[in-house]
């Protein structure tokens, strides 16, 4: 398989959200126009064997393109998204539509929307859909469940990555320019980078997880999935709890005079890294040094006491989280979810207060990683996209990431595309203090305009 | 075979949840529980480690 070059910007759903936010400012695109050819895009065959999309909400989403456009012939600027079409993982409340989480069990209709989804609609984005997810955002492929499992536009052969497996794919496709998926353990940045898109977790907090389905409270987060890192900025800000910087305030200022720490060893140490991610990220913190960065190689805490960690607390309020709805509906999980759940029926109460005490002192030691540097870089994944085949019958398939830790510390943390082996994207990791994803974004974006990894789209999906 | 303590309450706590698995099922969550528990033993020494 070879790439393709990128196509000229087409009108309408190839357009980066800044400039279809210029263009509908201008006049020159409706936001009922820009929903058309989302839809379009969505329905096409093409699209509709993606199965990103849950349910396509195209009634209330016309209502609030109809909206947008006259809040514009108003004059009325609602912010960056406005009249932008977007969609968020079946894990947020919808008003009114049963919040599924991907599975068989049954869910009545959310009262009100979670906190994201109004914040969306405040701030005039149009909610086109919701975005297929692993049940429960737990594991996958389960290709036993009612929905069949989201696939990879780069290769359908290959695993979107999940548990934001439907807002990965989706953008990858060019269905939507920007979805919001959840992160627990790496389920935004994973679908990322296996699907060639950007993904940006943030700090724990950023944003609200009010009407979110929860998995594990004290790691889930909530961040967007995007075609580029500064459409992934303006779709942070706009579902953002007050107070944060903006993620979007120093695109553009290049990576001149900072000072990048590599995280090599965390990668290059370990048996499961495949050699073209490592090479990948090599030429990675050589395009930064390129553009001006100080690289500087870091040795963070180790990575497994951030797993045994992670794991625990995941495990252990996770099982919590279902057990009522284990006990009234066991039968209608899937058996992928359900085993993956189980596995924290041991832990103690005392178990997790350990877990919680060991992941505050692996942020404080994180924290000391990041005297002297600006960011950190690593790898997301250290293989490209696994095969589908891997996971028949809802088999768990164990696939190496370094996220985990970042959903540990809460610091925020950009996946991006930067390079491709057998036709399958790689996504480097930027970590930045907490609150600095203005940080993540200016270098990330930097990393964009150094190279064209970015301007890559999958075969056949170059064009509308 | 007789089974072990976790297995054994393992399989209480299944059945205190209303289930009945199939046994590879069984088997495959054991697995996963044991891991579970062989994070925390780590934790509780490096814990110790750190904070001492």
Not at chain 1, 140 to 153: C, E, I, M, S, V
Not at chain 1, 403 to 424: E, K, Y
């Amino acid at each position: 398989m070879s790439l393709v070059p990128a196509p000229d910007l087409a009108p309408g759903p190839d357009l980066s959200i800044a400039e279809a936010g210029a263009a509908l400012r201008a006049g020159r695109l409706t936001a009922a126009g820009l929903l058309d050819a989302h839809l379009a895009r969505i329905r096409s065959e093409q699209g509709a064997a993606l199965h990103a999309v849950e349910v396509l909400l195209e009634e209330t989403a016309r209502a609030e393109a109809a909206a947008a456009d006259a809040a514009f012939a108003e004059g009325r600027d609602l912010g960056p998204l406005h009249g932008i079409p977007v969609g968020v993982k079946a894990l947020f409340d919808v008003a009114g539509l049963p919040t599924t989480g991907g599975s068989r069990v049954p869910a009545p209709p959310a009262a009100a929307d979670s906190a994201v989804v109004a914040r969306l609609r405040a701030g005039g984005a149009v909610v086109a859909a919701t975005l297929a997810t692993y049940e429960f955002a737990t594991v996958g492929p389960d290709d036993t469940l009612a929905a069949p499992p989201a696939r990879n536009p780069w290769n359908p052969a290959h695993v979107t990555g999940g548990s934001s497996s439907g807002s990965a794919a989706a953008v990858a496709g060019g269905l939507l320019r920007a979805t919001i998926g959840t992160d627990t353990g790496g389920s935004i940045r994973s679908p990322a980078a296996f699907s060639g898109v950007v993904g940006l977790k943030p700090s724990h907090g950023r944003v609200s997880a009010a009407g979110l389905l929860p998995l594990s409270p004290s790691l889930d987060h909530a961040g967007p999935l995007a075609a580029t890192v500064g459409d992934a900025a303006l779709a942070l800000d706009a579902v953002s709890e007050p107070g944060w910087r903006p993620a979007a305030g120093a695109l553009g200022q290049g990576a001149e005079g900072l000072t990048i720490g590599y995280a090599r060893a965390w990668l290059a140490d370990d048996p499961m890294t495949d050699r073209s991610v490592l090479k990948a990220l090599d030429d990675a913190a050589s395009v930064l040094s390129l553009a001006g960065a100080r690289i500087r190689e870091v040795v963070p805490p180790e990575i497994e006491r951030f797993k045994d960690a992670g794991a625990t607390i995941l495990a252990a309020e996770a099982m919590e989280g279902h057990r009522a709805r284990i006990m009234a509906h066991g039968a209608a999980y899937g058996r992928a979810a359900l085993k993956s759940l189980l596995g924290g029926l041991l832990l103690t109460a005392e178990d997790l207060a350990l877990a919680r005490r060991a992941a505050a002192l692996l942020t404080a030691e994180m924290d000391e990683t990041f005297a002297g540097i600006d960011a950190l870089l690593t790898a997301t994944t250290l293989a490209p996209a696994p095969k589908v085949s891997a996971f028949a019958g809802g088999r768990a398939v164990w696939t190496p990431m370094r996220t985990l830790p970042f959903n540990v510390t809460g610091h925020p943390a950009l996946s991006l595309p930067c390079g491709f082996a057998g036709g399958l994207p790689i996504g480097a990791q930027l970590v930045a203090r907490k609150g600095a994803e203005d940080m993540l974004c200016r270098i990330g974006h930097a990393f964009e305009m150094a190279t064209d990894v970015a301007l890559q789209r999958p075969p056949g999906f170059a064009t509308a | 075979m007789p089974k072990t303590t976790d297995e054994t309450e393992l399989r209480e706590r299944l059945a205190e949840l209303g289930l009945d698995l199939p046994e590879a099922d069984v088997a495959e969550v054991l697995d996963w529980a044991r891991r579970g528990r062989a994070s925390v033993e780590r934790l509780k020494g490096w814990v110790a480690e750190r904070e001492a």
